[in-house]
């Protein structure tokens, strides 16, 4: 597949669920991808990214925005603490937020610093022990947590466990955005974006499809993959 076969099929997805167009953002997960395939996609105009860990982002991105200043980088990787300033630094917005020790990094730095990436509210949908992110009967009182710390959550985000139907997870992660006054929803991935966008997606999350298989994962299977 390419670029131009994901976004047609995006675009299809959209119309079939009797979406605006537009409505849903592309990110192209160039997680351990060359350097030579991340800037021919963005030499086709493409401007929305994800990487997974802060330190890969921070060898990569620095030097391609400096040619391309209105490219976007969302992490989707999960994230220490300890690294949180650099992700400040990094990344336009953050798919991650996963815990109140990490919220209260965020709040401290955004005070500190002046101003913070956009965030959203990882959700354990499956309730995965080996899994990050919050648990479904957690959200609510997360995400008020959230708001009074100042944070700017602008959604939640999920990743279903391989091993059942995307959908039921899909539509449980709908129900928890709405119930808390949530406009985006960052979920899908190579195998499922057109799934994800019928239940509502705002954010999906792409890789293999636009880039071909990473180097380091040429022989992992699809299922595997955590964020594309």
Excluded: Y
């Excluded at 391609?64 to 300890?82: C, M």
């Excluded at 959203?120 to 992110?133: L, R």
């Excluded at 959200?139 to 139907?165: N, S, Y």
């Amino acid at each position: 597949m390419s670029l131009s076969q994901v976004s047609s099929q995006i675009s299809k997805a959209i119309d079939a669920s009797d979406r605006l167009a537009g409505s849903v953002e592309l990110i192209a997960v160039s997680k351990v991808q060359p350097n030579e395939r991340v800037l021919d996609v963005l030499k086709q105009g493409h401007r929305i990214f994800g990487e997974n860990r802060v330190q890969e982002a921070e060898g990569k991105w620095p030097a391609f925005k400096t040619e391309f200043p209105d490219a976007k980088v969302h992490l989707l990787g999960p994230l220490q603490s300890n690294k949180a300033r650099l992700a400040f630094e990094v990344f336009d917005c953050v798919h991650t937020l996963d815990r109140p020790k990490l919220a209260n990094s965020f709040a401290r730095l955004a005070q500190e610093l002046g101003h913070c990436p956009s965030m959203f509210i990882q959700v354990n949908t499956g309730n995965e022990a080996q899994k990050a992110g919050i648990a479904p009967d957690g959200v609510d009182d997360f995400v008020a947590q959230c708001r009074l710390l100042d944070l700017p959550v602008v959604g939640l985000m999920c990743i279903p466990p391989v091993t059942e139907e995307a959908s039921l997870h899909f539509a449980l992660l709908a129900k928890l955005a709405k119930r808390n006054d949530l406009a985006q929803l960052s979920m899908g991935m190579s195998g499922d974006f057109a799934k994800a966008i019928s239940f509502g997606a705002t954010h999906v999350r792409v890789g293999s499809a636009i880039f071909g298989e990473r180097i380091s994962d040429a022989s992992k299977t699809h299922s595997s993959e955590q964020s594309a």
